[in-house]
Antibody, heavy 121, light 107 residues
Framework: QVQLQESGPGLAKPSETLSLTCAVS?????????WGWIRQPPGKGLEWIGS???????YYNPSLKSRVTISVDTSTNQLSLNLTSVTAADTAIYFC??????????????WGQGTLVTVSS | DIQMTQSPSSVSASVGDRVTITCRAS??????LAWYQQKPGKAPKLLIY???SLQSGVPSRFSGSGSGTEFTLTISSLQPEDFATYFC?????????FGQGTRLEIK
């Protein structure tokens, strides 16, 4: 059974960098599939942040591209998210998820439970 | 970006009712549409992919249809555990986009 678990600081200060990790178990990232990050401001809708393949082939939402970096570590079976220069608008629950099938653009079949990050001084 | 618009934004229904939620895409997305169910404090759960394919383990009372720009999610006979928020998502092209959600409430 594929399982994903996000972790990282629950609080970030404005202008700082938000860094999160997603640990994957039950499946080896290097075996394939794209893996993504999605966020959800409390009580609002879902926003795709970006996706990555095990070979570091990454795609980002243009709305966030200048501030986002997603990476993978196949040795630890983890993916990471860095979001720079955060503001209150980046306050959200951050999810990592696996993309179904082999397409670069796809839906998400396995999700982590999400981690709330609040941006506040 | 392809905009995804769901209607209604919220709906009240009773156990046993048949409910239909609509999702419209601003451009044609063929059948690259998924539906998710989200309960409070939980991650979204994939219900339907490819517009009409039922994800493994999802009850058959859920069904999806449509292609191009208009899609529907139907719950044939509402069960107590179905009261949740539902989102559509297009996977035709980058950036991946979601609908704003439809909240299904108990009448």
């Amino acid at each position: 059974q594929v399982q994903l678990q996000e972790s990282g600081p629950g609080l970030a200060k404005p202008s700082e960098t938000l860094s999160l990790t997603c640990a994957v178990s039950g499946y080896s990232i290097s075996s394939g599939f794209y893996w993504g990050w999605i966020r959800q401001p409390p009580g609002k809708g879902l926003e795709w942040i970006g996706s990555i393949y095990y070979n570091e082939d990454a795609y980002y939402n243009p709305s966030l591209k200048s501030r986002v970096t997603i990476s993978v570590d196949t040795s630890t079976n983890q993916l990471s998210l860095n979001l720079t220069s955060v503001t209150a608008a980046d306050t959200a629950i951050y999810f990592c998820a696996r993309q179904q099938g082999g397409r670069i653009v796809s839906n998400f079949d396995y999700w982590g439970q999400g981690t709330l990050v609040t941006v506040s001084s | 970006d392809i905009q995804m618009t769901q209607s209604p934004s919220s709906v009240s229904a009773s156990v046993g009712d048949r409910v239909t939620i609509t999702c419209r895409a601003s451009l044609g997305i063929r059948s690259w549409l998924a539906w998710y169910q989200q309960k409070p404090g939980k991650a979204p759960k994939l219900l339907i992919y490819g517009a009409s394919s039922l994800q493994s383990g999802v009850p058959s009372r859920f069904s999806g249809s449509g292609s191009g720009t208009e899609f529907t999610l139907t719950i044939s006979s509402l069960q107590p555990e179905d009261f949740a928020t539902y989102f559509c998502q297009q996977s035709n092209s980058f950036p991946i986009t979601f609908g704003q959600g439809t909240r299904l409430e108990i009448k």
